[in-house]
């Protein structure tokens, strides 16, 4: 079977990622087959909306498939960088998207899996929703437009989650600002339908009428409880001084928090924090993928993007041995040079 799935019902495009057995982690083949089906239905006046699901029961997507980055060749210039910058482009596509663009957020959406659909236009969370980005335990930084969406959440909400890898629930996802409407996941039915009978123009505004008057109340968001201590906490400029601080707070959310960081690649982390900090600078989506795309070209070529993959996925031990072992073996110079831009771009000047 395709591992993608192009679907047309009435007025409506779905898109259906189709690894069920791998909860859809994407391939660099699935990345350009919804690229070239994006050729395709952008320009067909007959198409109101697009749709994009996960087969299975266990998510929409697991990110992407990081066993065969561990098999490419470790260089710069290579298959893992060419994924890479197709993935980064397709996310900036779906984000800029003419037609109204629904990604469907139920059960797992980690990593490449928020790439597409933590830009679309509508954002459909359920209760069986665990949105997380956890690159920094395989020795990776939260790409994939991380660096634009963390740091316009709610004060320092969106630098947590990426430093810890932390997963969110339905309400906190909304709250962060990686979702917009909380439906049940027995909903989905209905919404295709809905959708699909929709006429040619609704637009966005037809949409968006839509999925409000299906919309259900996701209860109250937890980590509103505990943000006043994230945002005084990550407000810090180094890792280092988030670390100090969280062993000096009292109370099991800290010490959980602190731990988290621990079990994290410090390469990874004073990376990840410095790709925040620049993202809240930046002017648009492809600025922060570009910056991304130069972390990735830094850490292709490092050891703790393997050693995290070898101890997740491929012995899962459990066990991974960063090197450096320490944040202040991380050199603030190599962080600042590692994330250079050069010639080799995602998105061409």
């Known amino acids: 079977m395709d591992d993608l799935i192009v679907e047309r019902i009435g007025a409506l495009a779905r898109l259906r990622l189709n690894r069920p057995s791998a909860i859809n982690a994407l ?8 690229t070239r089906a994006l050729d395709q239905l952008e320009g067909d006046p ?25 098999e490419a060749p470790r260089e710069d210039n290579g298959a893992s960088m060419e994924f890479w910058r197709d993935e980064y482009r397709l996310n900036a596509r779906i ?25 679309a236009a509508f954002r459909v969370v359920t209760e069986r929703s665990k949105i997380a980005l956890p690159e920094c335990a395989i020795g990776f930084v939260p790409d994939v437009g991380a660096t634009w969406l963390l740091p316009r959440a709610p004060g320092q909400l969106g630098l947590w989650m990426g430093l810890t890898g932390r997963s969110l629930g339905a309400a906190d996802a909304i709250l962060v600002g990686f979702g917009d409407v909380f439906l049940a996941a027995g909903d989905l039915g209905d919404v295709v339908t809905r959708l699909a009978s929709l ?21 109250p968001a937890p980590l509103v409880a505990h943000q006043p201590l994230i945002d005084r906490i990550f407000s810090a400029y180094r890792v280092e001084d988030i670390m100090a601080a969280l062993a000096a707070e009292p109370g099991a959310f800290a010490a959980k928090t ?33 910056l991304e795309y130069a972390a990735a070209r830094a850490v292709v070529v490092g050891l ?23 944040l202040s073996d991380v050199s603030d110079d190599w962080v600042a040079q590692a994330l250079n831009l050069n010639q080799d771009r995602v998105f061409p000047i």
């Open 46 to 70: 007959d198409v109101a909306v697009i749709l994009l699901t996960g087969e299975g029961e266990r998510g929409l997507c697991a990110g992407g498939d990081i066993r065969s980055l561990y």
């Open 199 to 219: 006429p040619a123009d609704a637009g966005h505004t037809g949409v968006s009428a839509l999925l409000q008057a299906m919309a259900r109340d996701p209860g």
């Open 258 to 290: 602190r731990a988290d960081l621990q079990a994290k690649s410090p390469t990874a982390l004073k990376l990840a924090l410095r790709l925040a900090r620049l993202g809240a600078g930046v002017s648009n989506l492809e600025a922060a993928l570009e």
């Open 95 to 119: 984000a800029r998207s003419p037609k109204p663009f629904v990604a469907w957020m139920d059960g797992l959406v980690i990593g490449g899996g928020i790439g597409i659909s933590a830009h």
């Open 304 to 326: 703790d993007f393997y050693e995290g993959i070898r101890a997740a996925i491929i012995d899962k031990d459990r066990q991974p041995k960063w090197q450096p072992a320490t």
């Open 27 to 34: 391939t660099h083949a699935m990345v350009r087959g919804m």
